[in-house]
Structures are given as C-alpha cells and as structure tokens.
C-alpha cells in the first residue's frame, strides 16, 4: 500500500521543479508580444482578405444573379477565411508546441525511455475491445506517453472511443493506461462500477455465456461495482483484498468519473475517465502556471503509475 500512500514520491524534485518553472517564465515572458503580433496580423489579413471576398461574390452576382451556384462560392470563401486566421496565429502554435518540447524531458525526467506520440494506433486498444472493458467502433487518438518506470512497461493514452457514424455517442473519454504484470492472471478479471451504460454493455456481452459474475464479500463494494472473472478461484483473493484498497483509493483521489480495472495475461488496464485535455495548455491569452496547469498532468501519470505499481506487486 506505500505506493498509495505516498504517489507524490514520484513527482519531479525541486531542482527539475525550478527547471520547468524557468522554462514556463520564458515562455510568459515572450507570450505577451507574440499574441499581439498574431493578433494585429490576423485583423489585418483578415481585412485584405474580406476585399477581397467582397469582389469575388460581386463578380459572381454579376455571373450568377440567381443564387443557385452561390453555396459553392460561399463554402470556398468560408474555407479559405478560416485558412488565413490558422495561418495567421502559427506563430503563437509554434511557441506553444516548444514550451511542450522543452517542458516533457523535465516532467518525466524520472520515466526511463519515455517518449511521446500524437495520433498513434496502439495495438492494446483492440485487446480493450476484447476484454469488454468497453464496446466501440471509433477511436479518436491524441497523445501517448511511454516509458518504463521502475521496472514497470506502461503506456498512457488520451483517446475518445465512440459508436456510430452519423450520431456518434460517446462511450468513453479520458485515458488509457497500460502497463506489463510481472507475474500473469490465469485469465481475465474486470472491474467498474456498475449503473450505465456499462451494466447494460456487460449483460449484452454475457448474456447467452457463462456466468462470469462474482462477488467481493464487501457489501458496500459489490452494492457500487461489478467484478468479472473467467477464472474465479485466481481473481477471488485479489477482489476480496488488493483491488477493494485500488478502488477505495480511486474513489477519493479520482474526479473525473467512475474508474475501469482490468487484467489478463501480462496485461494490465486503467481506465480513467477526463474531460479535459490531458496535454493542453492554456489559451495563448494566458499565462502558463506551474501549479494549475502543469503539475495536475503529471500527478494523473503519477497516480497510474501507483495503482500500476501496487497492482503488479500482488497477482
């Protein structure tokens, strides 16, 4: 239980604190000047531009007095509008995309091999799918984190899963943390907590199976959260002790919605849903700061490490 009591033991020390707190003043610093050149340099490529779109559809009155072809124009118009404010405010993308270059070899400085990808397709996501930890047909991928800390392989992913095309909905959205058990199940287990969606996605699932339902022994726990096994003498002592502690735990330190357990084989899962974006930084407008925008980032890596941890160290 120390890695939940004490995940803070993860976190940067002081001397990278100051590092990374050295990088964001910079950043502050040269903030202010690029914003109000983006900002002066869009007003004015904008208003060329609506000149210029100003001809264009009275040349196209003069053409095409009926609006029958005017949709097209217009769509073209809009299009390229939008074309010239990204264009306009890449200079202030460009800095935020180096504080994040210079910002990551800081905050995981203690992640051994970490690197860091943008849209990656991670095979894992398909063994998710395969567990039922959730049912989906799209996944919508952003960031990765990968590494290995101490001894333990692991991989964060930021991703929303959806079903349907027309009218998505939304089935999960937040992170996807896994990581490598030093010793495997003989099986699989799942755990989360029950009411939803996800109850009905689990009853979907095993409807016409085996019995894969099982109990904690905790009253309380299995009132609130659902637990699967195709191997119940293995997942038994791990319900009835470890994972009541995880899920307890998670319960107090986890705001952003109900946290999903799995394992099999050598794999280990997290789900933790979020709203936010994981790696973002605040809109250019703002200054960055330490505490309210970048330290909770790395404490939600910091947290999955630990259950990750504490988990491993009993299967």
Known sequence: MQTLKDPESYMPDATAVAEIEAQIGAYNRERPAIYA???RNTGIALAIYGGFALMVLLYTLE???EPKGW?????????GGWGVYSLMWKPMEHHQARLRDRLFPKL????????????????FLKHVSELKLVRYQNAENDDM?????EGLDFAMLETKLTIGSKNKETVFQGLIFHFRLDDPFPGMLVVAKRGGWWERTMKDFWRTGPNLEMSSGNRQLDESHQFYSDNKPAARPLI???LTSVLTWFGNEWHGGDVRIAMSGEHGYLMLPSKHNYFSLPSAADDVVYQRHVKPLVRELVMALAVAHFVRQVT
Do not use: W
């Not at 984190?145 to 800390?149: L, N, T």
């Open 145 to 149: 984190i990968a590494g290995r800390h």
């Open 63 to 65: 053409l095409e007095p």
């Open 108 to 123: 995981f400085g203690f992640i051994e091999d970490v690197t860091y990808q943008k849209n990656s397709k991670p095979g």
């Open 240 to 242: 009835a002790g470890p």
């Open 71 to 79: 949709g097209f124009v217009l769509a073209a118009l809009a299009f």
């Open 37 to 39: 050149a983006c900002t």
